[in-house]
């Protein structure tokens, strides 16, 4: 069986076609500047990877130019795109009706056309994928993968907000998490490297990317996570403030004159790592000159590690203990210093990290990186978020 996995962004189109009887990726890659020009990227194993500069006006164009790839003669996997089973589409939102991945009709498509103005970023670009994907397969299967389906079961008193509860009841204003299908994942994996249940562990998961989340996985529901109704809460990310006290955004709109749109620029693309550091939104570059000594490099760092922590430590509050935490993502599987700094000092727990494997796992490996006699498993566990949407797909097959 091969799934194609397809993900929408606004001006990208990315993919990944899988052989579920192995669960190799027979071939992926990027469409970029969709609209504005437009690139692509082309990886088949074994083969030296395409990229081409290309017109793509649409995320249709985009999506022909790949299914073209996919069955050309020299950079091609399959001989006709009827080999293609189903597609399975990343979608952030899946709003409050879609608790579960979903055969995709054209009741989905109108659902997800009236949550566009809570999800007005994510939202376009995945229904106009699932719209290409229709015109260009419209005999093929396809599936909708939420992320924010993983938390359909968090109850109500963790994902309403404190505001009147109109905001709630008419215009649907509540927490409802992202990063599910990465969560899930690893949530999952978790349970099968330590051969135990799913259901009888308790588990915190830090996806820590340029997006960064934790969830609290309990018995495998995930009850509680940092992202609310946008990813913008939680912990600082790359550019994206997370938390912070709502009254700065008033005060910092009438100090600076500035209007919705411009206030919602600076906490979600000037904030976070690059807006304490002044530096960059990466990862690597921040630690870097942290190292090197500047202040706040350091301060930006010391601010992640602790804000995750925090996270953790009130989830293992929420769930009554913790058997399992879980890094993932690129800091999550990459940083070790941000690794041992969270882990640091979590002893009441029985947090407890080896600092020598911890520094010497291998990239895209992972590891257990759990230190000896700590009762608590610390797992580095690459995420494999469109592997998890190819295996929910193959399910409607
Ligand atoms: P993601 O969004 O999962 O692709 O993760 C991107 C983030 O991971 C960026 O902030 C990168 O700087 C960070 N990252 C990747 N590799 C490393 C590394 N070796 N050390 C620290 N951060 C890393």
């Known amino acids: 069986m091969k799934i194609l996995v397809i993900n929408a962004g606004s001006s990208s189109l990315k993919y990944q076609l899988f052989n579920m009887e192995n669960g190799s990726v027979l071939a992926k890659g990027n469409c970029e500047r969709i609209g504005a020009g437009g690139t692509v ?21 985009a999506l022909s130019l790949v299914l073209e790839l996919l069955v050309s003669e020299k950079y091609g996997v399959i001989s006709s795109i009827e080999e293609i089973d189903a597609v399975g589409h990343r979608i952030a939102h899946g709003g409050e009706k879609y608790k579960k991945s979903t055969l995709i009709d054209d009741e989905v498509i109108a659902y997800l056309e009236t949550i566009v103005p ?11 994928g699932i719209k290409a994907c229709k015109r260009l397969m419209s005999k093929t299967v ?25 905001f709630y009841t008419e215009h649907k204003i509540r927490r409802y998490g992202f990063h599910g299908t990465s969560h899930r994942y690893v949530a999952a994996k978790a349970a099968e490297q330590l051969g135990k249940p799913l259901n009888e562990l308790k588990i915190v998961t830090c996806h820590l990317g340029n997006g960064s989340s934790i969830t609290a996985v309990d018995g495998g529901i995930a009850i509680d996570t940092s992202m609310g109704f946008t990813p913008q809460e939680g912990v600082p990310m790359g550019t994206r403030s997370g938390t912070i006290d709502p009254t700065v955004i008033p005060y910092i709109m009438k100090l600076k004159n500035l209007n919705a749109s411009e206030v919602e620029d600076l906490i979600n693309k000037q904030s976070g790592l690059l807006g304490v550091s002044g530096l960059s939104n990466d990862a690597r570059n921040v630690s870097e000159a942290a190292k090197q000594g500047n202040p706040r490099a350091q301060l ?24 399992v935490l879980v890094f993932t993502a690129g800091i999550g599987e990459n940083d070790d210093e941000m690794r041992s ?57």
């Open 142 to 166: 396809q599936v909708g993968v939420f992320d924010t389906s993983f938390y359909s079961q968090m109850e109500d008193f963790r994902t309403i907000y404190a505001i009147p509860y109109e």
């Open 300 to 323: 930006a760092i010391k601010m992640l590690a602790n804000s995750i922590k925090k996270y953790i430590g009130s989830y293992i509050a929420e769930m009554n203990g913790i058997d």
């Open 341 to 397: 700094m969270v882990c640091s000092n979590m002893d009441v727990f029985d947090i407890k990290i080896d600092e020598e494997i911890n520094s010497n796992i291998p990239r895209g490996s992972g590891a257990d990186i759990t230190a000896k006699g700590a009762r608590v498993k610390t797992l580095v566990i690459p995420t494999n978020e469109e592997y998890m949407i190819a295996q929910d797909t193959a399910k409607f097959c």
């Open 118 to 128: 809570i999800n007005p970023l994510h939202g376009p670009p995945a229904i106009k």
């Open 41 to 61: 990227t082309h990886k088949r194993d074994g083969l030296e990877t395409y990229s081409a500069e290309v017109d793509l006006p649409t995320h249709e164009e």
